[in-house]
């Protein structure tokens, strides 16, 4: 007797949100103008988002979603605060079936926003509304990569450029830490700072109110946030 095979619900939640990520990408060349650019990118986040949580769940690992920093080596300019990614909690498995490391791996290949649109770490309500964890919520890796490598850390990683992270448990919540925490994505400019290093710049006035967010809850899921008077 045959049997017939079907998609888990967890593989159609995978699918979907690649679906997401590659339809924003396609919105990208056919729209025009920062405000386009905007909408496509909390598109893209929530692809990201909603990806990093399918991993979590389908490998029953801790996942987190990863943002190249601003504060990392002037190597990769181009991808400061703009770059998306996706790591787990995982093994590199010998073909003996051995385990030979244990670490942070690559989901994706990543994905940088459109051109001129950026994280901004400190773009959400005040802290006492945005309770994301900042300071510790940074780590480092060498992405990507399939191969554990250095990133045998399960705190701080142990790679060589830095990151923000959010992080899902493996059943595809966030911690508490993560409760009504906000993504904010803004329109900037790329500029050198008085160190002669570049850095995003979110304070031009035309920039001021091309800006979106993500609200991530504690159950994993995230709503999005367009109208820039939410987000003070």
């Keep these: 007797m045959n049997r017939k095979s079907a998609f888990t619900l967890i593989e159609l939640l995978v699918v979907?949100?690649?679906?997401?990520?590659?339809?924003?990408?396609?919105?990208i060349g056919g729209g025009g103008g920062d405000g386009a650019k905007l909408s496509?990118?909390?598109?893209?986040?929530?692809?990201?988002?909603?990806g990093a949580r399918g991993?979590?769940?389908?490998?029953?690992?801790?996942?987190?979603?990863?943002?190249?920093?601003?504060?990392?080596?002037?190597?990769?300019?181009?991808?400061?605060?703009?770059?998306?990614?996706?790591v787990y909690w995982?093994?590199?498995?010998?073909?003996?079936?051995?385990?030979?490391?244990?670490?942070?791996?690559?989901?994706t290949q990543g994905t940088l926003l459109p051109e001129g649109i950026y994280?901004?770490?400190?773009?959400g309500p005040n802290a006492d509304s945005n309770p994301w964890p900042k300071s510790s919520s940074k780590m480092t890796l060498d992405y990507p990569r399939i191969k554990v490598g250095d990133n045998k850390d399960r705190e701080s990683g142990g790679g060589s450029e830095e990151y923000y992270y959010f992080e899902f448990s493996a059943n595809g919540t966030m911690g508490s830490d993560y409760d009504n925490a906000w993504?904010?994505?803004q329109a900037g400019t790329l500029k050198p700072g008085s160190g002669g290093a570049l850095g995003v710049d979110f304070t031009e006035i035309e920039n001021e109110g091309l800006k979106a967010a993500l609200i991530f809850r504690r159950v994993g899921t995230t709503t999005p946030v367009s109208d820039p008077a939410d987000i003070k």
Excluded: C, H
């Excluded at 496509?40 to 909603?50: L, V």
């Excluded at 943002?67 to 703009?82: A, E, F, G, P, W």
């Excluded at 995982?90 to 989901?107: F, L, P, Q, S």
């Design 119 to 123: 994280f901004n770490p400190d773009g």
């Design 183 to 185: 993504l904010v994505m």
């Design 55 to 86: 991993q979590a769940i389908l490998k029953n690992a801790k996942v987190r979603l990863i943002i190249y920093s601003d504060d990392t080596s002037n190597l990769d300019d181009d991808k400061k605060l703009r770059f998306f990614g996706i």
């Design 90 to 107: 995982g093994n590199d498995v010998d073909k003996d079936g051995e385990v030979t490391a244990t670490g942070w791996k690559a989901a």
């Design 16 to 27: 979907i949100s690649i679906i997401l990520i590659a339809s924003s990408i396609i919105f």
């Design 40 to 50: 496509s990118s909390q598109r893209i986040i929530s692809g990201i988002a909603q």
